[in-house]
Nanobody
Framework: QVQLVESGGGVVQAGGSLRLSCAAS????????MAWFRQAAGKEREFVAA????????RYADSVKGRSTMSRDKAKNTMYLQMNSLKADDTAVYYC?????????????????????WGQGTQVTVSS
């Protein structure tokens, strides 16, 4: 059974940092396009960051660009999102996602509908 499990969320003060993790099991996700999305209360799910299958390209939403870094640890079959200088607007449930079918290894996918597997989410709360 393929699973993506997020962790690392919590409560942090504005200006602080968090590193979110997304551990994959049941399949090696090291060459699949992956992404992070988030959903704040009462709002639609939005794109945060994505990486291509071979890891050659990453993209970030303007709202987190310059403050966030997405990376992979192939040995651990785990993806990370390092978030710095956190703001109250970053408060949301963060989801990791993977695409396992019909993809190009060098392409970055930015839409939620592009992804076939999702984690359960981890809550990030930034207090001001």
């Amino acid at each position: 059974q393929v699973q993506l499990v997020e962790s690392g969320g919590g409560v942090v003060q504005a200006g602080g940092s968090l590193r979110l993790s997304c551990a994959a099991s049941g399949r090696t996700f090291n060459t699949y396009p992956m992404a992070w999305f988030r959903q704040a209360a009462g709002k639609e799910r939005e794109f945060v960051a994505a990486i291509s299958g071979i890891g050659s390209d990453t993209r970030y939403a303007d709202s987190v660009k310059g403050r966030s870094t997405m990376s992979r640890d192939k040995a651990k079959n785990t993806m990370y999102l390092q978030m710095n200088s956190l703001k109250a607007d970053d408060t949301a449930v963060y989801y990791c996602a993977g695409r396992t079918t019909s993809f190009y290894y060098t392409r970055v996918y930015l839409s939620a509908v592009d992804y076939t597997h999702w984690g359960q989410g981890t809550q990030v709360t930034v207090s001001s």
